[in-house]
């Protein structure tokens, strides 16, 4: 049975508190309950803007780029049951003024027949495509996999029939926290499989990269030039503001992503 709304209303007050929440987790034994309890299971990937990417071996002119994205539209076409949420509740609960509210997470699987009406709508093919084009087209990046937050707040199960599309801006965005979450939490949310993110030679340290652009802080000026750490996930943002186009982001071609998708495909069930 799904969550009544207070619930709901009573997340997007505490909301701005997630990050004193994600250090608790390194806290000992408290970390491990609410690990436990929040996030056993998780794994979720991180889909780079498509504006971003460069497919890393020879493809023929009339071959098809194969873009991160149609790891999604996979799914989509996959799924019986799609869900799109009315708003974006980190958005929402944040003000944002730079993205749009309206565009909220992306649910697939039998798992959303359960979640409150008044949230949103069940989805065909056709307006799940439309929507996660709309968000792509607003500069957000999807990030899709496994969420036992989800279920939880949402009040519905079973969560392994639950597949999470959050479309995700830069500076409200729920996984902001990562670098605050234990290490061992914050490890099953990744960058695709083959993406590298370097910086070229170009680079002048002007910081452009650094101004709200990178949501998990992996960016630093080091001797006049932007240094990409371990942090990274892989969306691209960065490549898409560089004034001086010296940030690359490369995928080791189509296979990746098929392993990709296969690895989405065995967390949960969406047919």
């Known amino acids: 049975m799904a969550n009544p709304l207070w619930v709901v209303a009573l997340l997007r007050t505490f909301f701005q508190a997630r990050f004193f929440f994600a250090r608790l987790t390194r806290v000992p034994l408290l970390g491990s309950l609410m690990d436990r309890w929040m996030f056993r299971g998780d794994r979720m990937f991180l889909l780079p803007r498509v504006q971003s990417v460069e497919i890393n071996?020879?493809?023929?002119?009339?071959?098809?780029?194969?873009?991160?994205?149609?790891?999604?539209?996979?799914?989509?076409?996959?799924?019986?049951?799609?869900?799109?949420?009315?708003?974006?509740?980190?958005?929402?609960?944040?003000?944002?003024?730079?993205?749009?509210?309206?565009?909220?997470c992306l649910f697939m699987g039998e798992a959303v027949l359960g979640i409150h009406r008044k949230l949103g709508r069940l989805a065909t093919r056709e307006e799940a495509f439309e929507h996660v084009r709309r968000c792509r087209d607003a500069g957000l990046v999807h990030l899709i996999g496994r969420n036992r937050l989800d279920p939880l707040w949402l009040g519905i199960r079973p969560g392994d029939r639950l597949l999470t599309v959050c479309n995700c801006c830069p500076c409200c965005c729920l996984w902001r926290m990562l670098p605050d979450l234990n290490p061992?939490?914050?490890?099953?949310?990744?960058?695709?499989?083959?993406?590298?993110?370097?910086?070229?030679?170009?680079?002048?340290?002007?910081?452009?990269?650094?101004?709200?652009?990178?949501?998990?802080?992996?960016?630093?000026?080091?001797?006049?030039?932007?240094?990409?750490?371990?942090?990274?996930?892989?969306?691209?943002?960065?490549?898409?503001?560089?004034?001086?186009?010296?940030?690359r982001l490369t995928i080791d071609g189509g296979d990746r992503l098929d392993n990709s998708v296969d690895s989405i495909g065995r967390l949960t069930n969406v047919g």
């Open 57 to 104: 071996e020879p493809v023929e002119p009339q071959q098809q780029v194969v873009l991160p994205s149609r790891i999604v539209d996979e799914f989509i076409e996959r799924s019986r049951y799609r869900w799109i949420m009315n708003t974006c509740i980190c958005r929402e609960s944040t003000g944002c003024r730079d993205y749009p509210v309206d565009l909220g």
């Open 184 to 247: 061992s939490i914050a490890g099953r949310f990744t960058g695709l499989e083959g993406v590298t993110v370097l910086v070229g030679e170009g680079c002048t340290g002007c910081g452009e990269c650094l101004r709200g652009v990178c949501f998990v802080d992996a960016i630093r000026i080091l001797e006049n030039r932007a240094f990409i750490t371990e942090d990274c996930r892989g969306c691209g943002r960065c490549v898409t503001v560089c004034p001086r186009r010296a940030i």
